[in-house]
């Protein structure tokens, strides 16, 4: 059965400052790797996607890296906004997509 | 383009009762979910649609829980009857198929059971 962790929980960070956020899942056997970001009482808004085949994605501020190998990815953030807070979830793709629990991102203006 | 549609947004019922959610895909989009999201936690498969076939439903709790998705575009999940541990975000989400594209989710369904 796959497991998805995300460490840490929560985080809270300095405006401006860059971050990382840590995924880990327990099967290697995906097609796919997704974060989201979640706003309190909203949906889920898709930010990165990452096939098995690559090692990273980029958009705007940030980068998302995997090694499937080690069962591993990160989330980068660079120069932190107070309207990156929310919560960040990543998501493993096989017979469905499995979630963690999520990191919950404030920044300090 | 449309994202996915879900309503209602809000639902307060009275334990006993039943509810429906419904759900309109990305049009074009083959793979549909239901996913229950309780507070703090990450959402859980409920049931996965490929068009119109539920091709898992391991998670659905058959007893109270059913779902159907007609004509392979919109679904309905419905609980009949509700208790209070139902009270949770349903989210609907949908992809073009299961193996290598991306999903998009709706704005989910906050249900409180009283």
């Known amino acids: 059965k796959q497991e998805v962790t995300q460490i840490p929980a929560a985080l809270s960070v300095p405006e401006g400052e860059n971050l990382v956020l840590n995924c880990s899942f327990t099967?290697?056997?995906?097609?796919?790797l997704q974060w989201f970001r979640q706003d309190p009482g909203k949906g889920l808004t898709s930010l990165l996607l990452i096939q098995s085949s690559q090692r990273e994605q980029t958009s705007g501020r940030l980068n998302a890296s995997l090694d499937k190998s080690s069962g591993r990815s990160t989330l980068y953030i660079a120069a932190s906004q107070p309207g990156d807070s929310a919560t960040y979830l990543c998501?493993?793709?096989?017979?469905?997509?499995?979630f963690g629990t999520g990191t919950r991102l404030t920044i300090i203006p | 383009e449309a994202g996915v549609v879900q309503s209602p947004r809000y639902k307060i019922i009275e334990k006993k009762q039943p509810v429906a959610f419904w759900c309109n895909p990305i049009s074009g989009h083959n793979t549909l979910y239901w996913y229950r999201q309780n507070l703090g936690q990450g959402p859980e498969l409920l049931i996965r649609y490929e068009n119109e076939e539920a091709v898992d439903d391991s998670q659905l709790p058959k007893d109270r829980f059913s779902a159907e998705r007609l004509k392979g575009v919109d679904s309905t999940l419905k609980i009949q009857p509700a208790e209070l541990g139902d009270s949770a975000v349903y989210l609907c989400a949908s992809s073009l198929d299961l193996s290598s594209t991306e999903a998009f989710f709706g704005q989910g369904t906050r249900l409180t059971v009283v």
């Open positions: 099967d290697s056997a995906i097609y796919n």
């Open positions: 998501a493993v793709t096989h017979e469905k997509l499995t």
